[in-house]
């Protein structure tokens, strides 16, 4: 069992920053992703990272945007938000991998996921 817990959601602005915490408690596992689902759509993948080795992956809509990065000791993950727009606004989902089966930006490589985190950007 892996037990995921989000913060930093919140409220925004356009153009404004946010950064999202994962903090991960349990088994370890392989990759850990971030998800996003807006209200009547899909959940989209953002960012992933692998664990052991650091490689960082990034939906092409979030590229220099974006950063994810952990921190290993506290088994933490994060997700730095930079120049939000209106159309991002969705709930952010942090998920783990252990398997390392199926292609990391799919949500179905993942065994576990957090209760995920509401992020709005007002324009």
């Known amino acids: 069992q892996v037990q995921l817990v989000e913060s930093g959601g919140g409220l925004v602005q356009a153009g404004d920053s946010l950064r999202l915490s994962c903090a991960a408690s349990g088994r370890t596992f392989s990759r850990m992703g971030w998800f996003r689902q807006a209200p009547g759509k899909e959940r989209e993948f953002v960012a992933a990272?692998?664990?052991?080795?650091?490689?960082?992956y990034y939906a092409d809509s979030v590229k220099g945007r974006f950063t994810i990065s952990r921190d290993n000791a506290k088994k933490t993950v994060y997700l730095q938000m930079n120049s939000l727009k209106p159309e991002e606004t969705a709930v952010y989902f942090c998920?783990?991998?252990?398997?390392?089966?199926?292609?990391?930006?799919?949500?179905?490589?993942?065994?576990?996921w957090g209760q995920g985190t509401q992020v709005t950007v007002s324009s």
């Open positions: 998920a783990v991998d252990m398997h390392v089966i199926i292609p990391i930006i799919d949500p179905r490589a993942y065994d576990y």
């Open positions: 990272i692998t664990w052991s080795a650091g490689t960082t």
